[in-house]
């Protein structure tokens, strides 16, 4: 969901782009790696808190940066209220599944 995010330019990644996003209302989502640094992830957590905008960490760095079909990204921003409502309903869907499985292993 994410790549198709991108491919319809409805993302925006990198930490300014990002924030930006954020600052002027246009982000809807927001993605940050688990990689990412504690500052960054507790910088964008009190601005996401602050704006209302949804935050979730997810996936590592190169997993981010492959769904938009870039490099490595830190965070993103999905800027179609749609879109992010669809991957917000996948990653609860995955995050479920995960705990699932890992608790009927213990």
Do not use: Q
């Not at 994410?2 to 996003?21: C, D, H, L, Y």
């Not at 590592?60 to 940066?65: A, V």
């Not at 479920?96 to 608790?103: D, V, Y």
């Amino acid at each position: 969901m994410i790549g198709i995010a991108a491919k319809s330019g409805n993302v925006v990644s990198g930490e300014f782009s990002t924030e930006k996003a954020v600052k002027t209302g246009k982000a809807w989502l927001v993605i940050v790696s688990e990689e990412a640094s504690d500052n960054t992830r507790k910088k964008f957590s009190n601005m996401t808190e602050f704006y209302e905008v949804p935050m979730y960490a997810f996936g590592t760095k190169e997993e981010l940066g492959h769904c938009i079909g870039k490099e490595f990204r830190a965070s993103l921003a999905v800027v179609d209220e749609r879109l992010a409502n669809a991957i917000v309903e996948k990653i609860n869907a995955y995050t479920a599944e995960s705990k699932l499985n890992n608790g009927g292993n213990n």
